[in-house]
């Protein structure tokens, strides 16, 4: 007897900036294939070695207004003073069997749930993952020593978190990144049970 699982997951992923998610990706991205990393578009400044296109789109206000208008989003919403905003073409890509990750805010996962309800393809396959750090002291030394934020953005990203951070119990996991690997290797496993929900099953063959 066997399953067919033909079809991607999407993983929406959320925790205070800082707290190492991209960190967890490009460890993921070494050991598992069959990642889309989901681009965002942005209207924050490039920061750091970032690569448009790759980290995000980084767009200015009115191409994000013109996004907004021409229904292109799944969600957007306003984090630490600008506008970020999930395409939902790049959803499709489970379609090929990929499973995509979504680094969204606690407010923009509410809102692609929401959205997502409609459409049982996607709905069925999505779960979300919580990251939280080990303590907050620790979540500012990482947030201080990515050294890529002005005092000022370190400061409201700080503010920000403990907001976010109350969020927890709504998502169906959490993880607490102590350790980037064991935290890649938690999330691997967590896509691995998603694509054996009952009723993301597309096809099955019983004996
Ligand atoms: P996020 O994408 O959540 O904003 P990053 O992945 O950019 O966070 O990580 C922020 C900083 O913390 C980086 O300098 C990174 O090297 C460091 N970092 C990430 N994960 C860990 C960890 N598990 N232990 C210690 N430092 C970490
Ligand atoms: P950063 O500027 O550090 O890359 O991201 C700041 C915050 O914006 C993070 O909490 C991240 O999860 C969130 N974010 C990134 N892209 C999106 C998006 O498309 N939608 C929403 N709602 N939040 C996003």
Redesign the pocket.
């Known amino acids: 007897m066997n399953l067919e699982q033909t079809f991607g997951v999407i993983a929406i992923?959320?925790?205070?900036?800082?707290v190492g998610?991209?960190t967890i990706y490009n460890t993921l991205r070494a050991f598992r294939q069959k990642l889309h990393f989901?681009v965002?578009?942005?209207t924050?400044a490039r920061?750091g070695d970032e690569v448009d296109g790759m980290?995000?789109h980084f767009i200015d206000d009115e191409t994000f207004e013109k996004h907004i208008q021409n229904h292109d989003?799944l969600?957007?919403?306003n984090?630490?003073g600008?506008y970020?905003?999930?395409l939902k073409s790049e959803l499709n890509y489970i379609k090929d069997g990929e499973n995509v990750l979504?680094?969204?805010?606690?407010?923009?996962?509410r809102?692609?749930k929401e959205e997502l309800k409609s459409t049982p393809f996607f709905y069925c396959r999505l779960v979300t993952v919580f990251i939280m750090p080990p303590s907050l002291q620790e979540l500012e030394r990482r947030l201080r020593g990515r050294k890529t934020d002005s005092e000022e953005a370190i400061q409201r990203?700080l503010a920000n978190a403990k907001g976010?951070m109350e969020h927890w119990r709504d998502y169906d996991y959490i993880l607490i990144n102590d350790d980037s690997n064991q935290s890649a290797e938690a999330l691997a496993k967590i896509i691995d049970a998603t694509h054996f929900r009952t009723q993301a099953i597309t096809r099955e063959n019983w004996l």
Request: proline letters at 3%; charged letters at 25%; one cysteine or more.
């Open positions: 992923i959320s925790g205070p900036s800082g998610k991209t989901s965002s578009c942005t924050r920061r980290a995000y989003f969600e957007c919403a984090v630490h600008f970020y905003g999930t979504l680094d969204i805010d606690v407010q923009g996962m809102r692609a990203r976010e």
